[in-house]
């Protein structure tokens, strides 16, 4: 089905181990985005796309890793997990500059 | 600073009740104005968008909201609540509208209730 999905949905890891998010669209859309939702804090950018091969810092990046090589992937690496990055994690695409569309999250617990 | 501001994180209505969520902005350039409804554990979904014209927008479900510059608002509304309603709301800029990488920036979200 054409849109945009995330996986895992559910993820439980450990302290120090590195997590690998992923995003894909098929809508070919040139801007993607990762979001972290806390409660008490909204929706929070850690880092976007403009396009493949292009990436930048959102507000809260430290400890998150990106890449794009192909348009229609945008997978978030946390490179030695922290209980402080549990949280739940949305990506989303955008053909313009405007409306973003979200996938359906993933629920990360990190123990 | 903050960029959005949402006035109340939860609201309470008697279904059939008037619905009204307030979010006001910080920009000193036109901007992108968004209304993202999420119900539980799901992901975020567009309920109605301003970016130029008309500053009164509708949107899906019934909702509607007014772009008002001088108040620097866009209060959410809808005259009559839906139990199927109850989900959380967030409001979202884009600052500078079209002339930035579409960065959005969210409110911390209202949850809203509805009553029988």
């Known amino acids: 089905d054409a849109g945009i999905t995330q996986s895992p949905r559910y993820k439980i890891t450990e302290t120090g181990r590195q997590v690998t998010l992923m995003c894909h669209q098929t809508w070919s859309h040139s801007y993607m985005f990762w979001y972290r939702q806390d409660l008490g804090h909204g929706l929070r950018l850690i880092y976007y796309s403009a396009a493949a091969d292009i990436t930048d810092k959102g507000e809260v990046p430290d400890g998150y890793v990106v890449s794009r090589s192909k348009t229609e992937n945008f997978p978030l690496t946390l490179e030695s997990a922290t209980r402080s990055q549990t949280s739940v994690y949305f990506c989303?695409?955008?053909?313009?500059?405007?409306?973003?569309?979200f996938g359906p999250g993933t629920r990360l617990t990190v123990l | 600073a903050q960029s959005v501001t949402q006035l109340g994180s939860h609201v309470s209505v008697s279904e059939g009740a008037l619905v009204l969520l307030r979010c006001n902005y910080s920009?000193?350039?036109?901007?992108?104005l968004f209304w993202y409804v999420q119900y539980p554990n799901q992901g975020l979904q567009l309920l109605l968008k301003y970016t130029t014209g008309a500053t009164l927008v509708k949107g899906i479900n019934g909702f509607e909201a007014e772009f008002k510059k001088s108040e620097t608002s866009f209060h959410l509304t809808k005259p009559s609540a839906h139990m199927s309603d109850a989900a959380e709301y967030f409001c979202a800029v884009i600052r500078g509208g079209g002339s930035t990488l579409g960065r959005l920036y969210f409110g911390r979200g209202t949850q809203l209730t509805v009553w029988p």
């Open positions: 989303a695409s955008s053909a313009t500059t405007a409306e973003q569309f």
């Open positions: 920009s000193s350039v036109p901007p992108y």
